[in-house]
Structure formats: structure tokens, C-alpha cells
């Protein structure tokens, strides 16, 4: 069992940066990759970005790529997701989740353990 639980979001001003946390607890050890999707009203979850734990291999959607940093401490469990130069695009609710297994990280099927969601909205 994992549990993950996320850091409140907020609302920005467009350019302007938040910073997100899930702190994982549990059987953490099970955990081969983490990441964070979002989720907009009347659309797909979709893929932000995700590390793989040992190698720490890094992934970003092309949307974000530039602008948002994916992180891990694994002394405190916690995964961060540093978002800057905000856009209203990116008005959604965020989720972290984690993975046992090496699945098509884009697919929100592959991940077992999912937060509790955290809206981010950001206003031009």
C-alpha cells in the first residue's frame, strides 16, 4: 500500500510560478516511477511529467517542457513539480501518482497510487 498525498494548489497570475508536493508514504519501495497529470473540466487526464526512480530518468510533456521541473527527495518521499511562466493552459487539476511497474507512463492506467488532485489556476 502507498499513500499520496498532495500539497494544496493556488491561483497565479499568468508568468507568474507555483510549486506543488505529494508526499508519499507506505510501501514506497514498490514505487519504479512517479508523475504528475492534470486534468481540465470535459477533458483527458494528461501527462505532465514523470521520473523514474535509480537512474532518475526525466520526462516532460511538450507543453511544459521548458517551463515546469519535476523532482524527487527520497529522504522525505516527496515529489515536487516547480511550474513557472504560468499560462492559463495550464488551468487544471494536478494529481501526482505512482507506478509499479514501467507501463506507458502517459497512460493514467499504468499507475496504481494516485493523490487526491490539487487545482492550479492561473488567470491572464
Known amino acids: 500500500q502507498v499513500q499520496l498525498v498532495e500539497s494544496e494548489g493556488g491561483s497565479v497570475q499568468a508568468g507568474g510560478s507555483l510549486r506543488l508536493s505529494c508526499t508519499a508514504s507506505?510501501?514506497?519501495?514498490?514505487?519504479?516511477?512517479m508523475a504528475w497529470f492534470r486534468q481540465a473540466p470535459g477533458k483527458e487526464r494528461e501527462g505532465v511529467a514523470n521520473?523514474?526512480?535509480?537512474?532518475?530518468?526525466?520526462y516532460y510533456a511538450d507543453s511544459v517542457k521548458g517551463r515546469f521541473v519535476i523532482s524527487h527527495d527520497r529522504t522525505q518521499n516527496t515529489l515536487y513539480l516547480q511550474m513557472n511562466s504560468l499560462q492559463p493552459g495550464d488551468t487544471a487539476r494536478y494529481y501526482c501518482?505512482?507506478?509499479?511497474?514501467?507501463?506507458?507512463?502517459?497512460?493514467?492506467?499504468?499507475?496504481?497510487?494516485w493523490g487526491q488532485g490539487t487545482q492550479v489556476t492561473v488567470s491572464s
Open positions: 507506505g510501501d514506497t519501495h514498490s514505487i519504479l516511477h
Open positions: 521520473i523514474v526512480f535509480g537512474g532518475e530518468d526525466i
Open positions: 501518482a505512482a507506478a509499479n511497474n514501467y507501463g506507458n507512463w502517459i497512460r493514467p492506467k499504468t499507475f496504481l497510487y
